[in-house]
């Protein structure tokens, strides 16, 4: 069973830009669907952005324009660069297979918060 870390998560201004980063125990190569998720208080997980092997990506509307989403088969890791973030960006940011059904089991993730 593939784990992976997150990292890379912190405290920002609006307006402001953090890179997470998630590195896999194990090759992500099989994996076709790769993606970000984040949940924030009160609220249900949801994806954010996604990856497909051989790099084409797909973004929710809340993201799209500010969040870049890029793969790296050769050193299993998958990164997420956040620009122009916005309070409403802050939540626990987790990395795993996508979609949902797909995840056999959730990581710690990675704290963002953006605020003044």
């Known amino acids: 069973q593939v784990q992976f870390v997150e990292s890379g998560g912190g405290s920002v201004q609006p307006g402001g830009s953090l890179r997470l980063s998630c590195t896999a125990s194990?090759?992500?190569?099989?994996?076709?669907?790769m993606g970000w998720y984040r949940q924030a208080p009160g609220k249900q997980r949801e994806l954010v952005a996604s990856?497909?092997?051989?790099?084409?990506?797909e973004y929710a509307d809340s993201v799209k324009g500010r969040f870049t989403i890029t793969r790296h088969n050769i050193n299993n890791t998958v990164d997420l660069q956040m620009d122009r973030l916005k309070p409403e960006d802050t939540a626990v940011y987790y990395c795993?297979?996508?979609?949902?059904?797909?995840?056999?089991?959730w990581g710690q993730g990675t704290q963002v918060k953006v605020s003044e």
């Open positions: 795993n297979r996508a979609p949902a059904d797909k995840v056999d089991s």
């Open positions: 990856v497909f092997r051989f790099g084409t990506a």
């Open positions: 194990e090759n992500i190569f099989p994996i076709i669907l």
